[in-house]
């Protein structure tokens, strides 16, 4: 498997394959054939390609895909601690709880690990927890149409980086999403995890009628 930051061994292959692939035209690889030495793999039907399109547009940009990895890392980690501080910010409006909380969340072993250590694609989906949590506060407060675009696309964005990692926080999610329906009385928070679900069923549908694999 991937080691350390730069995920040198799995997933900046990865991704020069996946970039290759959108090169000849193939906007969402499934399938490659470079794969297995030359037999092919349907890896990326199992990985979510957020990542790894991600790291298209900084190829594209003319940044390599190694400094690519590492920068999506390094800003991610500093999101993470973003949405840390909103989320119990706007639970407690005090700024010394929120600013705790953005530090534990930022050096907390898991996430460090699949960060650092592993160089896993389930971080960036670990990176968008807080921000979805804090979406659905936000949007349960005041509901509106960009506030439910914006909660919808956070768990959207969730779900498409990684396979496992939106699985974690789903029953957190959902939770938080029926506790903020009754207290504010509103649908929304709910609507837009079902929503949110539904915009990547291309992404995750074709996973459940495909054998079981196991995916880093």
């Known amino acids: 498997g991937a080691v350390a930051y730069d995920a040198g061994l799995q997933h900046i292959y990865r991704g020069l394959v996946f970039s290759g692939a959108i090169t000849e035209g193939v906007l969402y690889p499934r399938w490659v054939q470079f794969f297995q030495f030359g037999l092919g793999s349907p890896i ?11 790291m298209d547009v900084l ?22 601690a973003a949405g840390a501080y909103l989320l119990v ?16 969340y930022l050096y907390a072993p898991y996430v460090l690990r699949n960060a650092l ?3 896993s694609n389930e971080a960036y989906s670990m990176f968008l927890y807080p921000w979805v949590l804090w979406a659905l506060l936000w949007l349960a407060r005041r509901p509106s149409a960009g506030r439910f675009i914006a909660a919808t696309l956070l768990w959207a964005a969730c ?58």
């Open 44 to 54: 990326f039907t199992f990985q979510g390609p957020l990542p790894y399109y991600a």
């Open 59 to 80: 190829y594209r940009l003319g940044v390599p895909h190694p400094i690519g990895w590492r920068l999506l890392i390094a800003a991610g980690l500093l999101a993470a």
């Open 89 to 104: 910010r706007d639970l407690t409006r005090q700024r010394w709880p929120a600013v705790l909380a953005a530090v534990a």
């Open 117 to 119: 250590e592993r160089g």
């Open 159 to 216: 779900i498409g980086a990684h396979v496992l990692g939106p699985l974690m926080l789903a029953p957190v999610a959902g939770l938080a999403g029926l506790l903020l329906a009754w207290r504010y009385r509103t649908a929304a928070p709910v609507l837009a995890l079902l929503a949110g679900g539904l915009l990547t069923a291309f992404i995750w549908a074709p996973m459940a009628r495909s054998p079981a694999v196991t995916i880093t």
